[in-house]
């Protein structure tokens, strides 16, 4: 069973910036795709930013441009960096890493955007 750890969030005020972290168990090189989700209270989660195995990037349209998902394969760590955090940021940002057969999920870490 592959684990997944996040780290980073906080409290940051409005224009600010966190770097999330998502150490895995399992070598991010078999994984097909990881995945940042966000869940804010009393809305559905919702798909922030994913890379593929091959590099692809997609980004959810309320973050792109001040959002970046990136890799290290040395760490086996998914990053999220976030730029120019705006209040309705604020969720718990849960990292995702699939494949045909298997789905992870992490804890989730909080990120609270506010003045």
């Known amino acids: 069973q592959v684990q997944l750890v996040e780290s980073g969030g906080g409290l940051v005020q409005p224009g600010g910036s966190l770097r999330l972290s998502c150490a895995t168990s399992g070598s991010i090189f078999s994984f097909d795709g990881t995945d940042w989700y966000r869940q804010a209270p009393g809305k559905t989660r919702e798909l922030v930013a994913a890379?593929?195995?091959?590099?692809?990037?997609n980004y959810a349209d309320s973050v792109k441009g001040r959002f970046t998902i990136s890799r290290d394969y040395a760490k086996n760590t998914v990053y999220l960096q976030m730029n120019s955090l705006k209040p309705e940021d604020t969720a718990v940002y849960h990292c995702?890493?699939?494949?045909?057969?298997?789905?992870?999920w992490g804890q989730g870490t909080q990120v609270t955007v506010s003045s």
């Open positions: 995702h890493a699939w494949g045909s057969t298997y789905d992870y």
């Open positions: 890379v593929s195995s091959g590099g692809s990037t």
